[in-house]
C-alpha cells in the first residue's frame, strides 16, 4: 500500500508539473518556440502534398487567423549578399506586421540553415513568433513538372543563366503545393522591404473581380515594349507595350504576387491555359519570346485574358531597376517608372539598392 501510494503521488505531481507548462505555454502567443519536425513526420497542419516537403515549423496556438506569404530563397550560403537581402525582407515584414504571418519557405538544404539562423536573429530581437514552414525546392519541382516543362521554351533566357532554372516557374503551380486549407496567399521576391503592414496588401483581395484569380502590380520599366517589338510593329495602334501612365497596358510584375488559390483549384480556364497548346498559341499571337519566367507568363495572361488579373496599387511593388534606362530607352523610361501612390513596398530589382527609410 505504501508503494502504491508514493506512486499515485508522484503521478499527481507529474499531473501537476504537465498542466502547469501547458498553462504557461498557452497564455501568451509570444511563448510559443521553434520545435524541429524530423524528415517524414506529419506538422499540425494537414497538406496536399509530400510530408518530407515540410521540415520545420514554429507552432502558435490554434484557432487563429493566418496570413500566408510565401518565398524563394535558394543556393545561399552564410557569405552570399542574398542573405543580407533576405534579412532585410524578412525583417521589415515582422516588424510592421500586426497580423499572424505563415512564412512559407521553398529552399534547399544550405539556404535552409542560413533562413533559420537569420530568422531566429530577427525574433529574437523583435520579441515575436510566427509559424515557419520549409518546403524542398527539388521536390517541389518535381511535383510541377509538368507546368515547368511548358513554361521553359517560352519564358527562359539561355540554358544555365537565372531565369532558366525551374523554381521561376513555381509560382504558377502554387495552388497545388499549399496545404490545402490555404485559401489565399502572396509571395514575394526576397529582395523587397515593406513599408507598411502585410495586413493592408492582402485588402487588396477585397477588389478582385468575380473570376481574378491572381494579383499583380505593373511593370515599370519598358521591358515588355522591347519584347512586343514585333507585335508593336504589326499593330501600331496597340496599347500593348505603352506605359501604365498614359493608360497603356506595360506588363506585370512578379516580385509580388497575390493568389486567390480557392479559385485556382477549381479553375478549369488555368488549367487549360498552362496547357502547351495554349502557350504555344499565346505566345505564337502575341509575338512573344521573354526571358523573366513567371512574369512573363503572367504578363501574357494578362493581354489574352486580363479578367483573371487584379492589378493591384504599384505602390505595393515599387521597383528600383534602371537597367533598360541605359539600353536605348532613356528619353521614354520615366513614363514607365511613374508610379503616384505611396510607397508600400520597396523592389530591389536588378540588383538595385533599397533605400534605408
Not at 505504501?2 to 498553462?23: A, E, G, P, Q
Request: hydrophobic share 35%; glycine share 4%; net charge negative.
Amino acid at each position: 500500500m505504501l508503494l502504491l501510494s508514493k506512486v499515485l503521488i508522484n503521478l499527481t505531481l507529474l499531473v501537476v508539473i504537465l498542466v502547469l507548462f501547458y498553462c504557461y505555454q498557452t497564455s501568451n502567443g509570444t511563448r510559443w518556440i521553434l520545435h524541429r519536425v524530423q524528415e517524414n513526420a506529419s506538422t499540425t497542419e494537414s497538406t496536399n502534398i509530400h510530408e518530407d516537403t515540410i521540415t520545420t515549423t514554429v507552432f502558435f496556438p490554434d484557432k487563429k487567423d493566418y496570413y500566408n506569404v510565401w518565398c524563394i530563397f535558394t543556393k545561399v550560403d552564410s557569405n552570399s549578399p542574398m542573405r543580407r537581402k533576405f534579412e532585410i525582407f524578412a525583417e521589415s515584414l515582422i516588424k510592421l506586421s500586426s497580423v499572424n504571418i505563415a512564412f512559407h519557405v521553398i529552399t534547399d538544404d544550405d539556404s535552409k540553415n542560413v533562413t533559420e539562423k537569420v530568422l531566429a536573429n530577427i525574433l529574437s530581437s523583435t520579441g515575436k513568433f510566427m509559424k515557419v514552414q520549409y518546403y524542398d525546392v527539388h521536390k517541389l519541382a518535381l511535383q510541377l513538372e509538368d507546368i515547368v516543362s511548358v513554361m521553359s521554351p517560352y519564358f527562359s533566357s539561355k540554358p544555365g543563366t537565372y531565369y532558366s532554372d525551374a523554381l521561376f516557374f513555381l509560382s504558377l503551380g502554387l495552388h497545388r503545393i499549399a496545404p490545402a486549407e490555404q485559401s489565399v496567399a502572396a509571395m514575394f521576391d526576397v529582395d523587397t522591404k515593406f513599408r507598411k503592414d502585410i495586413k493592408e496588401l492582402f485588402e487588396e483581395f477585397n477588389s478582385f473581380g468575380s473570376q481574378a484569380l491572381f494579383g499583380l502590380a505593373p511593370e515599370l520599366t519598358p521591358v515588355y515594349r522591347h519584347v512586343l517589338y514585333l507585335y508593336r510593329s504589326k499593330h501600331p495602334n496597340t496599347l500593348f507595350g505603352e506605359p501604365a501612365s498614359s493608360g497603356g497596358y506595360c506588363g506585370y510584375n512578379s516580385g509580388v504576387v497575390l493568389f486567390n488559390l480557392d479559385k485556382l483549384r477549381n479553375s478549369s480556364v488555368y488549367d487549360a491555359i498552362v496547357k502547351r497548346e495554349s502557350v504555344d498559341a499565346m505566345t505564337k499571337k502575341y509575338h512573344f519570346k521573354g526571358h523573366l519566367g513567371d512574369q512573363d507568363f503572367y504578363t501574357i495572361l494578362g493581354m489574352e485574358k486580363p479578367e483573371l488579373i487584379h492589378t493591384i496599387d504599384c505602390g505595393w511593388n515599387r521597383q528600383l531597376c534602371t537597367w533598360w534606362r541605359d539600353r536605348g530607352y532613356a528619353d521614354i523610361f520615366e513614363e514607365y517608372s511613374k508610379c503616384d501612390s505611396e510607397t508600400k513596398l520597396w523592389h530591389g530589382n536588378c540588383n538595385a539598392p533599397i533605400p534605408n527609410d
